[in-house]
Structure formats: C-alpha cells, structure tokens
C-alpha cells in the first residue's frame, strides 16, 4: 500500500562529532570508566534542565546557552550521558528522540521509503486505536531539535507521543517491506521484521513516558 512520502529533512544546523552509525532500534550502551552513579545524577539533571528550559525560562540567553552547547559539544556528546538510563524515565526518553533523530537525518531516503509504506495502514489503524498524528520526517526533526537544545516550548508529552506514532509509522513500512522481500533477500526481510519490532518497543516506552510525564512522574 502507498502513503505520502516525508519530505526529507534539511541538514542539521548543529555539528556532530563522529556521528555513530545506529539506527533507533539499536540502543547498545556507551561504555566508559565514570562513576556510574555520577553519570545518571548527570544525565538526570541534563535532562530536566533541557526539558524545563522551554517552559520555565524565557531569558533568551539561557536558551542561547544551551543551543550553543549541543552546536560546540555536539548532540551526541550530551546524549551519551543518557544512553544507560532506564526506558522509561526522562533521560531514557530523550536518548530515543536524539537516536530516532539520528537515524531520520542520517538516512533521509529510506527512512521515506519506509514512512510511505506504514502510512495508508497507520493511518486505518489511528481510526481504531486514536493514536496521535504520526510528524512527518521534516517536522520530526524539527521537533526533536528543540527539545534536544532546550528550546521547545509545546506540550512534552504530546512530542513524545507524536514521536511514537511516527516510530510505529516506520515499523509498519519495514514490516511490510520485509514481507515483500522475504522470498528474494530473507535475510534483509528478516533483519527489517526484527527492527520494526524493536520499533514497536520504542513507541510503547515514549507512549508510557508521556502517560508518566502526565502524572508528574517521570524522572
């Protein structure tokens, strides 16, 4: 089945240093030798802070601070800090927006592909099942921009279930793919099915952070 493709999105205005070449459904862990207890405390605070940013300060130059901070020190480097954190809590929720970010920006094409396929059926099912409007990959971006640097100002949990509906988007296209491809590339349909599963999981952890983020719950 067809859908409208995403537009694709424009370059990132921010510099990524050694850009790492995962997809958002392969969340291995950053290894290093800090404390562990240090880097959760600060991968909580650096969380909070960029979340609260938005809403809580309207100083300009605070904002400015932090855009400038993901531009000198990269997004990445900030998103290591979360990449150990639980699934569902604050820091684990942004270290899936940056990864699904990474992967739409890094892979334009068949991250397209992909989105036109799942779309026609997310949308039958978002009839049945209510789901939140699923962005397109441009507005996806965007999106995720702002809540990386501090700048965004909407509703968190509306974004993160907005990402989770463009994540199941995704699954859904990958899922039908696969299934065309099982016969000539199984091991391609195969490695496809596996991660539009793994997509799924995703869109369950930002759906049930955004049900936290509601409750004020999520830390």
Known sequence: MKGHPATTPPASTFRHHKPKPFAPMDFDPFEGGADPARISEAAHLSAHA???????????????????????????????????????????????????????????????????????????ERVVAGAAEPPGAEELCEMTSSILTGAFDGAFDVALERTAAYCRVIALGQAEQADAAELSHTERATLMTSRALALVKTAEDLEASALSWRRGELD
Do not use: C, H
């Not at 900030?78 to 892979?107: D, F, K, V």
């Open 50 to 124: 960029l979340v609260q940013a938005g809403k809580n300060n309207d100083d300009p130059e605070v904002r400015g601070r932090l855009v400038r901070l993901a531009e000198d020190e990269g997004l990445e480097v900030i998103a290591e800090l979360w990449a150990n954190a639980p699934a569902r809590s604050l820091p684990g929720a942004l270290w899936r927006l940056y990864a699904i970010r990474a992967a739409t920006m890094n892979n334009p094409a068949a991250m397209a592909s992909f989105f036109a396929s799942g779309a026609l059926q997310a949308q039958a």
